[in-house]
């Protein structure tokens, strides 16, 4: 469920910041190698090094925009101490 919940910020992550980190050319020869399952050695390393930063920026995104999405569900009842129910 959390995985299907970060997908679009993955993408948009991918997209706006990891891809502009390459030239068009390479780019393409990166998703082409992806999709065959054929990837070089260097290509390998640079998927590598492209992980974290991809996992830790879609996080950030994902936490400030469904927190609010997300918000809209719960309810604080007053007096239990911040425990939540479904709304």
């Known amino acids: ?40 050695q260097e290509n390998k390393i640079l998927i590598d090094l492209a992980r974290q930063p991809l996992a830790l920026l879609a996080l950030s995104m994902a936490i400030r925009r469904l927190s609010v999405e997300y918000a809209r569900w719960v309810v604080y009842k007053s007096g239990d101490r911040g425990n939540q129910i479904q709304g």
């Open 1 to 40: 469920m959390v995985y299907l919940s970060l997908c679009p910020f993955i993408r948009l992550v991918q997209d706006n910041e990891i891809r502009s980190c390459f030239t068009e050319e390479n780019w393409s020869a990166l998703k082409e190698q992806i999709l065959d399952d054929d990837l070089s």
